[in-house]
């Protein structure tokens, strides 16, 4: 079965530290990955996403994410959080079905920074 | 980057009565938006895949009586939950991607927080 597991609930940083939200999935074929982040009472705001090519892939508001084939990991990063980061974030991976396809998202993970 | 829309953001009904959702993408055509059912423990649920100009498909367990969806142009699909009730309150999102490219990223409305009394 595809999927994508969010191991944490909630991530506590303090501002100004290096912050990690883990993402891990597990589809047929090659995977295309996706973070969004979530503000309160929003729709879901595109991040960035690795599709092939280098693994580092760079995103907006200076995150970035590595794919590491062989854990099947996608993690989340940011070298200095700001307060303002604090909110919902989706791991999402596409998964093909019948020829046909679609999203699956991870559970969340809550982003806290603190000042 | 692209803009999708959804209208109503808010709407209180009476159990029993309909509620339609729209979702619109602004500058783009989509054949494809997905509807989505987030629930207050913050997991995003795909509830059905509408596509322009055909029935949508739907996830297992979601009744599609219930949630009848129709996407009649390249920019706008719409969500009817009839004869909602209280366990339909919930806060439902559509997205869509643009290019055509199932390797593009979705593009969110900002949700419909749906309130049956």
């Known amino acids: 079965a595809q999927s994508v597991a969010q191991p944490e609930d909630q991530v506590n940083v303090a501002e100004g530290n290096p912050l990690t939200v883990k993402c891990t999935y597990s589809?047929?074929?090659?995977?295309?990955l996706f973070w969004y982040v979530q503000y309160p009472n929003r729709g879901l705001q595109f991040l960035l996403k690795?599709?092939?090519?280098?693994?580092l892939v760079k995103g907006s508001y200076g995150f970035e994410a590595e794919f590491n084939k062989s854990q099947t990991s996608f993690h989340l990063k940011k070298p200095s959080a700001l307060v303002s980061d604090s909110a919902l974030y989706f791991c999402?991976?596409?998964?093909?079905?019948?020829?046909?396809?679609?999203?699956?998202f991870g559970t969340g993970t809550r982003l806290k920074v603190l000042a | 980057g692209a803009v999708v829309s959804q209208h109503p953001s808010r709407v209180i009904c009476k159990s029993g009565t309909s509620v339609k959702i729209e979702c619109r993408s602004l500058?783009?055509?989509?054949?494809?938006m997905f509807w989505y059912r987030q629930f207050p423990k913050k997991s995003l649920m795909l509830m059905a895949t509408?596509?322009?100009?055909?029935?949508?498909?739907?996830e297992q367990g979601v009744e599609k009586d219930k949630f009848l969806i129709n996407h009649a142009s390249l920019t706008l699909s719409t969500l009817t939950v009839t004869s909602a009730h209280p366990e339909d309150s919930s806060f439902y999102i559509c997205?869509?991607?643009?290019?055509?490219?199932?390797?593009?990223?979705?593009?969110f409305g900002p949700g419909t927080r749906l309130t049956v009394l």
């Open positions: 509408s596509n322009e100009g055909s029935k949508a498909t739907y």
């Open positions: 999402a991976v596409r998964a093909t079905t019948s020829g046909t396809y679609k999203y699956i």
């Open positions: 500058d783009f055509q989509a054949t494809t």
């Open positions: 589809v047929s074929g090659n995977p295309y």
């Open positions: 997205s869509g991607g643009h290019g055509g490219g199932a390797y593009n990223e979705q593009f």
């Open positions: 690795y599709i092939t090519g280098d693994n």
